[in-house]
């Protein structure tokens, strides 16, 4: 049974304080976490979080930054592969490499001496499994500017080779209609 008063976290501005934390957030997910939370009772969590917040503010305090930045939302993404035979677009590529990206610079933020002196923050990705493969086999098909690479597939080399052949013909054919064209304008019959 709860005795507080039902406007008691609007007397302490709890609302305000989560617009704010909302506002730092990188991606909607986090949003609707923060959007969803209550006030805790339980002490042990208490006092797990606030050494969370504690080891990132030491962080920050120390330059030794937190590797992570804005980030597209990938649920659908994700979603759409658990579908047999289906092929993400090039956007859905793009967004799923910018996450691994920066789950593997997270992975190499976390080194022996960091795991403990930020135990509490690595405590949070260590169940987290970082497939190394999946960056790898993302990066095969599309470049650092997010495009699908030239040599991504054989079938895709294939048909790069025979567009560029097929400009090369058009290229060689306008050259020998503009040659035979200024001929013919200089009065050579």
């Known amino acids: 049974m709860r005795l ?5 976290y609007e007397k302490l501005e709890f609302d305000k304080i989560l617009a704010l934390l909302e506002e730092s957030c990188y991606g909607e997910q986090g949003k609707q976490k923060v959007r969803a939370i209550q006030p805790l009772g339980e002490l042990d969590k208490i006092e797990q979080l606030l050494d969370e917040v504690d080891e990132f503010r030491r ?3 120390r330059r030794d930054n937190f590797p992570i930045g804005a980030y597209q939302e990938i649920s659908e993404e ?3 592969l658990e579908i047999a035979g289906f092929v993400l677009p090039e956007e859905g590529l793009q967004k799923l490499n910018i996450l691994l990206l920066f789950i593997k610079d997270i992975y190499k933020f976390f080194n022996k001496d960091r795991q403990e002196s930020y135990a509490a923050l690595y405590d949070i990705i260590r169940p987290i499994h970082f497939n190394e493969e999946l960056l790898q086999a993302i990066e095969r098909v599309i470049d650092e500017e997010g495009n699908i690479r030239p040599d991504a597939s054989t079938d895709l080399q294939k048909i790069r080779r025979h567009i560029q052949s ?3 013909e058009m290229d060689r054919q306008a050259r020998a ?7 013919l304008d200089n009065g050579d019959h």
């Not at 507080?4 to 008691?8: F, K, Q, S, V």
């Not at 209609?177 to 001929?183: E, I, L, R, V, W």
């Open 177 to 183: 209609k503009d040659s035979a064209t200024t001929s």
């Open 166 to 168: 097929k400009y090369r």
């Open 78 to 80: 994700l979603r759409m």
């Open 4 to 8: 507080e008063p039902g406007d008691l």
């Open 59 to 61: 962080s920050l305090e």
